[in-house]
């Protein structure tokens, strides 16, 4: 199983980024898919998933209509679109893929996402 994750680097407040994951070693589009970041010194936290094949997203109230998730179920990617980025989005991203029954969980190792003032 992998999960790599490109598109990080560094953005100018108000500047926008596209993450993408690329997946392989599992059916994909029976998995839910998740982008979390996890910030310096402070906890992971979830940013946004797909569930039911990218048929229903949720988004963590600080970065609902700024940023979009979606998934190409063919290509077995998923991407974050992140629009009006904040210093606050400073993180490292990281892609998360669950079974809907929470028996199997896959990383990515991460990418940086960096947002100056």
């Known amino acids: 199983v992998q999960l790599v994750e490109s598109g990080g680097g560094l953005v100018q407040a108000g500047g926008s980024l596209r993450l993408s994951c690329a997946a392989s070693?599992?059916?994909?589009?029976?998995?839910?898919m998740r982008w979390h970041r996890q910030a310096p010194g402070k906890t992971r936290e979830l940013v946004a998933a797909?569930?039911?094949?990218?048929?229903?997203?949720n988004y963590a109230a600080s970065v609902k209509g700024r940023f979009t998730i979606s998934r190409d179920n063919v290509q077995n990617t998923v991407s974050l679109q992140m629009n009006s980025l904040k210093p606050e989005d400073t993180a490292v991203y990281y892609c998360?893929?669950?079974?809907?029954?929470?028996?199997?969980?896959?990383w990515g190792k991460g990418t940086l996402v960096t947002v100056s003032s």
């Open positions: 998360n893929a669950r079974d809907p029954y929470g028996d199997m969980d896959y």
């Open positions: 797909s569930f039911d094949g990218g048929v229903r997203t």
């Open positions: 070693g599992f059916t994909f589009n029976r998995y839910d």
